[in-house]
């Protein structure tokens, strides 16, 4: 009985944190000015090595943008973007942002071959799983388990993302359980095949 109460009441307290923080769109889209000149008023970023947010989970936006101003993930350009935002402020960008319809965008035919292999089957026998099993068969991640988006996103921005975590640029802190997973499977890639994989999710669509 008493271990029902605790549950119970940890569970309200997490739902009331959660509406307290919830974020709102609108003001998001206030803030989203100083944002525009590389990701793209609407989150859709026209450069290719930036990435464009429109469509991304609200949870993971909004955690990214603490992790840049508290400086746990470093950004020459991000930090002092991020630098004079409140915790609402963050809340509210990451659900306009969310709110945002991403522009599908098209692989490389000569790479999707490759890329599919490593997204769909990985590579058992070099301990490479498949990217699928966290960002799910159409690339739409799973906001539960915070991981994002990754279909329709630039292929040179994923690329140089994948680049970071193979060379140990990007080295999660102790709790980014995710960012470790991602460093122990990366470290595994080719650079053809991060092309490949990262060409591929480019053109993955949520209706395939």
Same mark, same amino acid.
């Given at each position: 009985?008493?271990q029902?109460?605790i549950?119970?009441f940890?569970?309200?307290?997490?739902f009331?944190?959660?509406?307290?923080?919830a974020?709102d $769109?609108?003001?998001?889209?206030?803030?989203?000015?100083?944002?525009a $000149?590389?990701h793209?008023?609407?989150?859709?970023?026209?450069?290719?090595?930036w990435?464009?947010?429109a469509?991304?989970?609200?949870g993971?936006?909004?955690?990214?943008?603490?992790? *840049?101003?508290?400086?746990?993930r470093?950004?020459?350009?991000?930090?002092?973007m !991020?630098a004079?935002?409140?915790?609402?402020?963050? =809340?509210?960008l990451?659900?306009? *942002?969310?709110?945002?319809?991403?522009?599908l965008?098209?692989a490389?035919?000569d790479?999707?071959?490759l890329g599919?292999?490593?997204y769909?089957?990985?590579?058992?026998?070099?301990?490479?799983?498949?990217?699928?099993s966290?960002?799910?068969?159409?690339?739409?991640g799973n906001?539960?388990s915070?991981?994002?988006?990754?279909?329709?996103?630039?292929?040179?921005y994923?690329?140089?993302q994948?680049?970071?975590?193979k =060379?140990?640029?990007?080295?999660?802190?102790?709790?980014?359980?995710?960012?470790q !997973?991602?460093?122990? !499977?990366?470290k595994?890639l080719?650079?053809?095949?991060? !092309?490949a994989?990262?060409?591929?999710?480019?053109?993955?669509?949520s209706a395939?």
């Amino acid at each position: 009985m008493q271990q029902n109460t605790i549950k119970f009441f940890l569970t309200a307290l997490m739902f009331l944190s959660f509406n307290v923080m919830a974020g709102d $769109a609108e003001k998001g889209k206030s803030l989203a000015g100083t944002c525009a $000149a590389c990701h793209g008023m609407d989150g859709n970023s026209v450069n290719p090595i930036w990435p464009s947010l429109a469509g991304q989970h609200e949870g993971y936006l909004a955690r990214q943008i603490k992790l *840049f101003k508290s400086g746990e993930r470093q950004n020459a350009m991000m930090a002092p973007m !991020v630098a004079g935002l409140s915790d609402q402020d963050m =809340e509210d960008l990451a659900a306009y *942002f969310a709110s945002q319809d991403l522009k599908l965008k098209a692989a490389n035919p000569d790479l999707v071959e490759l890329g599919q292999k490593i997204y769909q089957g990985g590579d058992k026998e070099r301990n490479i799983p498949a990217c699928m099993s966290c960002h799910g068969p159409t690339g739409q991640g799973n906001p539960v388990s915070g991981y994002p988006v990754v279909a329709s996103q630039h292929a040179e921005y994923t690329a140089i993302q994948l680049r970071a975590y193979k =060379e140990g640029r990007t080295v999660p802190n102790k709790d980014d359980v995710n960012g470790q !997973v991602m460093a122990d !499977v990366a470290k595994y890639l080719t650079e053809e095949e991060i !092309v490949a994989v990262s060409s591929y999710l480019q053109g993955l669509k949520s209706a395939q």
